[in-house]
């Protein structure tokens, strides 16, 4: 159902990545839709928040108790770290590892994005990173995490400089051009971690990670 390109898997990619972690951390892509101008990062969500889990397990809600902007930026940021309930009740703390765009791929070319098909999700490599180059790599995050895709070239539409909706992507040598359908704002989290209280510090649940 996915065409004909070839693919190298790196199957638990992002486990890979956050290698520096305590082993027996679970790492989650969540994403949350943006509401207002593209930038590259997005103002804390309010407690109670629902983020959408797009790895490893498609379509999860998570609800956000708390927020700790741990660098005062008032922004979501690489380092900062949520208190999230999963859909089964658990609680947990998560260390926020990533921060930047997931980009929406409408493969098959009938003006919308769907679970099924040819359709697909990526985002960039390199945390914050919202003006695509050519030569980059995307990793894909939805349906097959891992892969990298190989920008070829990349048509910016809309907003110089900032990926977005109605922007072109060449991919991997395939002929044909790759409409994205929508952009939105995605985090990497590592965890879950035991959820401070008012005992505790930043800096006792950071060493669980260190």
Known sequence: MRGTRTKLLTVGLTVILLSG????AHAIVAEMNLDIAFSDKEAIPPDGA???ELAPAFCNPWIQDDYFDNDGDGQISVCDQMNMTGPDGTQGSWHIVWVGPTIWIDWDGDG???DEGLDFIVE???SDDWDLQICEFLREVYPDPGYEWHIDYYEDFEQPGVISPCDWL???GFA???HIIDVTFDVIVAGPGPVPNEDSTWSDVKQLYD
């Open 21 to 24: 972690f305590a082993a027996a």
């Open 50 to 52: 629902v983020w959408h």
């Open 112 to 114: 919308q994005w769907t």
């Open 124 to 126: 960039p490599i390199e």
């Open 170 to 172: 060449w991919l991997d």
């Open 176 to 178: 044909e051009g790759f």
